[in-house]
């Protein structure tokens, strides 16, 4: 069974540079553990040749619809635009 520890979770963290309360760690470690553990459930239950219920099989999510979205008032916001893009700092070397 997949399990992370906090330190896991905490060393995800500072590489992907998120401040973390120590409640939301301990949050993070039950859920991402929950989720790697389903994937094990569902890759044993295949890897014996196991029907996966359909129930199991279902796309929960919301069907993909175009959305009124905010560009206009983001952009306005932007210290730097050109048009209709973002204007950022440069921060990889090279050409």
Same mark, same amino acid.
């Given at each position: 069974m997949a399990h992370l520890t906090r330190d896991d979770i905490l060393k995800l963290a500072r590489l992907s540079q998120i401040d973390l309360t120590s409640s939301e760690v301990d949050q993070l470690v039950? *859920?991402?553990t929950a989720v790697l553990s389903y994937a094990d459930f569902l890759a044993d239950r295949a890897a014996q040749?196991?029907?996966i219920p359909p129930a199991l099989q279902e796309n929960r999510l919301?069907? *993909?619809m175009p959305r009124a979205g905010f560009k206009a008032e983001m952009l306005r916001c932007a210290p730097q635009t050109d048009g209709d893009f973002?204007?950022?700092p440069r921060v990889l070397k090279g050409s």
């Open positions: 039950q *859920d991402i040749g196991a029907d919301r069907d *993909d973002f204007i950022v």
